[in-house]
């Protein structure tokens, strides 16, 4: 039985050196793609646009590493992110490092250790990610992260300052439909520090919360006094538009976090301008990380959230300084799969020549910021991104722009 074990799995072997060896050379790992011109200038625009609407805002932007060590990487992020973070061995000097999955961890870092200033500081953000699994069926395991956060303000003004420049960032990019899910990490938090056997079960609660468990939520709080008890049964319930929050009041113990919790949600509500509000109060995403208010943008054509983000005071405590810090971030590839396909650019067609007189006439086109495109001797163009609409043609002397068609 052995002998033919072995060779069962000697067999195996072979097949899979076969099958690896004849792959062809050009095949990306999966959920790992190129982006080709017309995605890419799309992309490009876009994020120079949001870049420049986060500066006229006053963020300054910072270019964190893409790998660095994991005890800093993953500082106060929790198990998801440590499962999401590709990790390899640094040859120099033997530590482990990772590949980051996420840059808000990176930015708090800056924030808190290298700036160390005491004043409100306002950063973002523009970079690749890499995660081990995608997020969703089709998307990227390579991300391309854009964001912004406030340091140094603890107070709701820097929410709603983020909640704006988020709302912003999407009708930037031209979405005038956007639906706002609106949390509050405050309210569980409130909950569990009344009743010490929920604070036992916290993780097991935020889990069952998020899936709307209520038959093992039923069977987790038999134990817990009876306040707490109906209050985590009933969370599951809390959705819907802004009325919840009225109700949220009636049915909820009057603990003081909970009412703090309440009033910064409907203050938020009230700054979400043509968003669509919903409040969802077991929507717990990133409970481990948040510290405050959460919110989720959702766009027509996209069922996961486009956009997250949300308070997350405790980050800076694992550099040394805790500092309040508020933020959001989105996933510019995957935003810009639901804007149109880009048109081509308008180009001028001019010919090769070293003529002194053809050479000044491009670079001055080119400096009142037309896109001149000269054909190399013996090709012929064949660009899809640009559309030749005119071309430079010597008459009596003068190199002259004529029109195409």
């Known amino acids: 039985m052995l002998f033919w074990q072995c060779i069962v799995e000697l067999f195996h072997f072979t097949f899979l050196i076969h099958f690896v060896s004849a792959m062809p050379n050009w095949l990306l790992p999966e959920n790992i793609a190129d982006v080709l011109p017309s995605e890419a200038r799309k992309i490009e625009e876009l994020r120079r646009a949001i870049l420049d609407n986060f500066h006229l805002y006053g963020y300054e932007l910072v270019m964190p590493p893409m790998l660095e060590y994991v005890e800093s990487l993953l500082a106060g992020t929790g198990a998801d992110m440590d499962l999401r973070t ?16 996420d840059m808000t961890t990176q930015v708090a870092r800056i924030d808190a250790h290298l700036l160390n ?13 890499l995660q081990t699994r995608p997020n969703g069926l089709h ?45 509050h990490v405050g309210v569980l938090r409130a909950l569990l520090e009344s009743d010490p056997n929920a604070q036992r079960d916290e993780a097991a609660l935020y889990t069952a919360l998020r899936a709307k468990d209520v038959p093992t939520l039923e069977v987790m709080t038999a134990v817990y006094a009876p306040v707490t008890r109906a209050a985590l049964l009933v ?21 003081t976090g909970i ?11 009230g700054l979400a301008g043509k968003a669509d509000v919903t409040i969802d109060l077991a929507d717990l995403g990133g409970y481990q990380y948040e510290s405050g208010t959460m919110f989720a943008l959702y766009v027509p054509g996209l069922p996961n959230a486009v956009a997250r983000g949300g308070r997350y005071d405790h980050v800076g405590e694992t550099f040394g300084r805790a500092r309040p810090a508020t933020g959001f971030s989105l996933d510019l590839r995957e935003l810009s799969r639901l804007l149109p396909v880009a048109g081509r650019k308008c180009a001028i067609h001019a010919p090769w020549g070293r003529d002194a007189a053809l050479k000044e006439k491009i670079i001055a086109l080119r400096q009142a910021g037309e896109i001149v495109i000269q054909s190399l001797p013996g090709s012929e163009n064949d660009q899809d991104e640009f559309e030749c609409d005119r071309v430079l043609v010597l008459e009596n002397g003068n190199w002259i722009l004529k029109n195409l068609g």
Do not use: W
């Open 235 to 255: 969370l599951p319930t809390l959705y819907g538009n802004a009325d919840v929050l009225q109700r949220a009041r009636a049915v909820l113990p009057a603990l």
């Open 117 to 129: 200033r005491n004043s409100v500081t306002r950063l973002c953000y523009s970079g690749s990610v």
């Open 139 to 183: 998307a990227t395991r390579e991300p391309l992260q854009i964001g912004a956060e406030i340091y140094g303000h603890a107070g709701l003004e820097a929410d709603a300052e983020i909640q704006e420049l988020a709302l912003s960032t999407l009708s930037l990019a031209g979405f005038s439909q956007v639906r706002m899910d609106l949390c």
């Open 86 to 101: 590709f990790k390899l061995i640094d040859q120099l000097s033997g530590r482990t490092m990772g590949i980051r999955a």
């Open 259 to 269: 009412t703090k919790a309440l009033d910064e949600l409907a203050i938020l509500v």
